[in-house]
């Protein structure tokens, strides 16, 4: 299998630096050296700074994608799904780049982001930079523990990484991101008992209430999904926390070799089960952006930029 960027399957990071990028320049073969170039920027600063942990992401957005690389199209690569179910959606806000940068110092992330948009910017606009964090003991905002139940080990490699059935695109992985906007003032007017029935799982302990305790409202309930043979529907997340004094949320980042798993997921959380059952959660935490991409595997990126 071709090597699968770093940042796919990393380890949680105390820090991280989100940008999109619409690209306003013609010239494509520019653009895929300087994608090439920015693994190699990740690289150096791995090295020079090994303790950071370093690791990134450069995704291609679905409606770039057949510019920059024409006649080479994943399998499975579409817009980013437009729902909405009464005053629930998930809106769309597609982006040519996305560039994820993730480390346990704050000064390496920004220093990476630097030299980034320095490459990039008179090929491309930037058009939202969002910086994440790590909260607590790996905690959302709303206080419970985020991306729990996540794949771990070599399993991550099995959800996230296309496979050898796209032999072309092996070693990639469907990318979509989304920002939720949190109203943590109406969430603390819910008491902590209430608040583990929205979830699904115990606050303090991340324990996940037992299939038969769970109410078809729940967080839990909508996400944990099976297929028709009963195996998990499954999604690699590298989600983490943003905010400001102002405004707090949760910069979500979804990584599988298909893009199916995320959009049942999001289905359901949305649109519920037949009596309507949806997401609770959704009336606390409201996405306001969504895009879809792929990351190329590093040998398809750098093979690109040499054609």
């Not at 950071?52 to 957005?61: D, Q, R, T, Y």
């Not at 072309?168 to 920002?179: C, E, L, T």
């Amino acid at each position: 299998m071709s090597q699968p960027q770093k940042g796919i399957c990393a380890e949680p990071n105390l820090h991280a630096l989100y940008l999109l990028f619409n690209v306003t320049d013609d010239d494509t073969t520019l653009i895929r050296r300087k994608l090439a170039k920015i693994l190699d920027i990740f690289e150096h600063y791995d090295e020079e700074h090994y303790e950071a942990m370093v690791s990134g992401i450069v995704a291609v957005g679905s409606s770039y994608w057949m510019d920059l690389y024409p006649g080479l199209i994943p399998m499975e690569l579409a817009p980013f799904p437009d729902l909405a179910c009464e005053d629930r959606q998930a809106p769309v806000v597609p982006c040519d780049l996305f560039i994820q940068i993730r480390a346990d110092r704050a000064d390496i992330c920004h220093a990476v982001g630097v030299e980034v948009y320095e490459l990039l910017r008179d090929q491309a606009e930037l058009v939202e930079q969002t910086k994440g964090f790590r909260y607590l003991d790996g905690r959302d905002l709303l206080g419970f523990v985020e991306g729990g139940n996540n794949p771990k080990g070599m399993k991550k490699l099995s959800v996230a990484i296309v496979g050898d059935d796209d032999p072309d695109f092996a070693g990639g992985s469907y990318v979509h991101i989304q920002r939720y906007l949190h109203d943590l003032e109406r969430w603390g007017r819910v008491n902590i008992a209430d608040q583990e029935v929205i979830i699904g799982r115990t606050k303090e302990d991340d324990i996940e209430f037992p299939l038969e305790d769970r109410v078809a409202f729940s967080h839990s309930t909508r996400t944990n999904l099976v297929d028709t043979s009963g195996r998990p529907i499954e999604i690699l997340r590298q989600s983490m926390p943003y905010g400001d004094m102002q405004n707090q949320g949760l910069f979500f980042v979804s990584c599988c070799k298909s893009p199916k798993p995320f959009l049942q997921i999001l289905h359901s959380r949305i649109f519920g089960d037949r009596q309507g059952n949806y997401d609770r959660l959704l009336d606390y935490s409201v996405p306001e952006t969504g895009a879809a991409f792929f990351a190329p595997s590093v040998h398809f990126l750098k093979r690109e930029a040499k054609c």
